[in-house]
């Protein structure tokens, strides 16, 4: 292993793990290993979309006319809609009430056409499937750590990232050794994620069969809707070169948020008798569209009370498994390739060494936290806005404003200058370390 630096092991290999093995496997001196428990890489069949902000980055990483193939149609950065925002609880036809744009506006694409991107780019001999961790232990604070399997097997690494989404058992394990090694008994609270109030429906229509009533073009086949009603909002957008709209409705109970939802498992088939029910009265264009959907699925929405940390020593979580948050802006995905990328910067860096590991991940930690945790909290209260339960109520005047504010951190910083930020607090917060030990 002459030249390499470290072995970095990641656990799970959904968009977050493979976009990080992606983007270090540009780093010849780190060695990378996914340790994914199922068969192999999946997705759900369903739509995502990501904002400019992380576009920046998939150009980066040199996999933007990978992603431009498979989007909904070729971004270009011209200015596109976000969501046109429409009052729709009521049978008459509803109307606008505000319209969010942005340059590119939201590029979408089918889920298991993104993940396969990431696949495709992986170097072979990376991947390891049938690999479901249970536990990692460290026997000395600069040893390496080992894993061990559901399998029987282990492995060894200097640095475990768990990418192990929304139930992560790495996030569990570090949360409980810091809670027994500080006396902090708080940051148990937030192993378990928690019912957001919200449940959704989701499913797929064929763009064809929307489109052919009447003869016309559903609006959700150009432009991503938000239909918005009391404590219900529906969500659609078309994909997969806008042959497909994916669609989905949520219902909520906002003060039932933090609670736990006595529905198991979260995902379950229902007819589309209880779908079409949930909006009975709705303007003729939300259920017309959702009368295309024949075999939806029903989610319970969980998300995280936020983190206080991200990381403990040479562990850090990425993705879900930080901050794993309601879909309202559209930005669980974006937001772990954003933890990706920088954690791949800042480990690539010169200043990164064995022996800076833990110094590494703090400066991951520094730049990462606070906007995880604030996407995380911003996109929960935007889906209480949607549904007229905000301090908004349904003034629709100031509601819409009020929408389009929540989306700021979208273009407040880039993630190249937030890179740069967690390379320079890594380089300062080392300099100040040699200065104390003289
Ligand atoms: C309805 C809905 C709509 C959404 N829409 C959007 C959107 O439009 N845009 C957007 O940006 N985000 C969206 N999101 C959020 C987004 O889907 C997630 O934030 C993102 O997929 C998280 O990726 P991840 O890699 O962190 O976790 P996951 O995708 O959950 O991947 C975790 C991986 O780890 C593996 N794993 C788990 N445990 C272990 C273990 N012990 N050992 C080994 N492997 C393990 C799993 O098999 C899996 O492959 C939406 C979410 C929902 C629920
Ligand atoms: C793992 O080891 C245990 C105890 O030795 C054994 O019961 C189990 O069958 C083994 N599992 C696998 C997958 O080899
Ligand atoms: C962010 O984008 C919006 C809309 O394009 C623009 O009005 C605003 O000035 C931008 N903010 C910053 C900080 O660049």
């Excluded at 640095?159 to 139930?167: A, N, P, R």
């Excluded at 700021?408 to 200065?435: F, H, I, K, Y």
Aim: aromatic share 8%.
């Amino acid at each position: 292993m002459s030249g390499v630096k470290f072995r970095v092991a990641i656990c799970g290999g959904g968009i977050g793990g493979l976009c990080l093995a992606v983007a270090l496997s540009r780093h010849p001196n780190i060695k990378v290993e996914v340790y994914e428990a199922a068969a192999r890489f999946k997705e759900i069949g369903a739509g995502v979309m990501i904002w400019s902000r992380t576009w920046e980055i998939l150009a980066h990483l040199g996999l933007d006319s990978n992603f431009a193939e498979i989007a909904h149609a070729i971004p270009d950065g011209s200015d596109g809609v976000g969501f046109d925002y429409r009052k729709s609880d009521q049978p008459m036809e509803g109307h606008r009430f505000y319209l969010f744009h942005r340059p590119y506006g939201c590029i979408r694409f089918h889920r298991a056409h993104f993940l396969d991107v990431f696949v495709d780019a992986l170097p072979d001999g990376v991947a390891h499937f049938g690999k479901r961790l249970l536990s990692y232990t460290q026997n000395n604070l600069h040893g390496p750590l080992e894993l061990q399997f559901s399998d029987n097997t282990t492995a060894r690494c200097d640095i475990l990232v768990g990418c192990d989404g929304i139930k992560s058992i790495v996030r569990k394990q570090m949360l409980e050794e810091k809670a027994a090694k500080t006396g902090q008994g708080e940051l148990l609270h937030h192993i378990d994620p928690v019912w957001t109030g919200t449940v959704i429906y989701r499913g797929l229509i064929p763009v064809d069969r929307l489109n052919n009533r009447d003869g016309l073009e559903h609006r959700t086949a150009e432009t991503p809707m938000m239909y918005c009603g009391k404590s219900k909002h529906v969500v659609s957008y078309s994909i997969s070169r806008r042959s497909i709209v994916n669609v989905v409705a949520c219902t909520s109970h906002p003060e039932l948020e933090g609670t736990v939802a006595c529905d198991e498992p979260w995902v379950v088939e229902c007819t589309q008798k209880e779908l079409l029910d949930c909006y009975d009265g709705w303007e003729p264009e939300v259920v017309d569209m959702l009368k295309c959907i024949e075999k939806p699925t029903r989610w319970v929405i969980h998300h995280l009370r936020p983190l206080p940390t991200y990381v403990s020593n040479k562990v850090a979580l990425l993705g879900d498994a930080a901050h794993a948050m309601s879909p309202h802006q559209g930005a669980g995905a974006g937001q772990a390739i954003e933890d990706a990328f920088i954690l791949a910067h800042l480990l690539g860096h010169q200043a990164t060494s064995l022996a800076t590991l833990p110094q590494a991940l703090l400066a991951y930690e520094h730049v990462r936290l606070p906007l995880g945790n604030h996407v995380l909290r911003g996109s929960y209260e935007s889906g209480v806005m949607y549904e007229f339960n905000g301090p908004q109520t349904d003034e629709l005047q100031v509601l819409g404003p009020a929408i389009g504010r929540q989306w700021n951190w979208l273009n407040e910083t880039t993630p190249v200058g937030e890179a740069e930020r967690a390379v320079r607090w890594l380089v300062e917060s080392l300099q100040a370390a040699v200065v104390e030990e003289r």
